[in-house]
T-cell receptor, first 113, second 116 residues
């Protein structure tokens, strides 16, 4: 089935560790996005990419990094510089361009222990 | 810069009652507008979107929304609530063109509770 697959669903990170969240899509979409969701704050854009080997910072990029080496994949690394990483992370993709529907994965929970 | 304000972080209705979730937007250019629904621990699912065709947009599960430019609003309605409508709803805006085209700015969400 076509869709967006995020893994793992639940991840625990120790203080000072970097962790990587995986996002793969088989929808042949050009654009991919990472959003962070905190209760009562809606979704905030971390990074987005409209084409392979290119990506732009969103509103809250500090402490995060991404890569886009393949059209299908857009992994997000949460670095130790991110001071409050506990959140629900959502990957999404779309056909590039305004007005096109953005489709979401099922999300990944990251908890700092 | 564009923004979205959802009035009311929590809305509670009885089963069978009208559902009205409010959304106001701010955009320097004509916007595209979206409503998404999220069930617990899941991703977001598109309910409907406005892309400058008809101002009254019909979506899935009996929901609809009306774009009112004069009021900068895009409120979501459903004539009769079902228990299965209980979820969190997000309004989002995307501007047209420019270097950041396609990405969405979300409101803070409205949690809908449906009572028997």
């Amino acid at each position: 089935d076509g869709g967006i697959t995020q893994s793992p669903k639940y991840l625990f990170r120790k203080e000072g560790q970097n962790v990587t969240l995986s996002c793969e899509q088989n929808l042949n979409h050009d654009a991919m996005y990472w959003y962070r969701q905190d209760p009562g704050q809606g979704l905030r854009l971390i990074y987005y990419s409209q084409i392979v080997n290119d990506f732009q910072k969103g509103d809250i990029a500090e402490g995060y990094s991404v890569s886009r080496e393949k059209k299908e994949s857009f992994p997000l690394t949460v670095t130790s510089a991110q001071k409050n990483p506990t959140a629900f992370y959502l990957c999404a993709s779309s056909i590039s361009g305004s007005g096109n529907t953005i489709y979401f994965g099922e999300g990944s929970w990251l908890t700092v222990v | 810069a564009q923004s979205v304000t959802q009035l009311g972080s929590h809305v509670s209705v009885s089963e069978g009652a009208l559902v009205l979730l409010r959304c106001n937007y701010s955009s320097s250019v004509p916007p595209y507008l979206f409503w998404y629904v999220q069930y617990p621990n899941q991703g977001l699912q598109l309910l409907l979107k406005y892309t400058s065709a008809a101002t009254l947009v019909k979506g899935i599960n009996g929901f609809e929304a009306e774009f009112k430019k004069s009021e900068t609003s895009f409120h979501l309605t459903k004539p009769s609530a079902h228990m299965s409508d209980a979820a969190e709803y997000f309004c989002a805006v995307s501007d047209r063109g420019g270097t950041s085209y396609g990405k969405l700015t979300f409101g803070q969400g409205t949690i809908l509770t449906v009572h028997p």
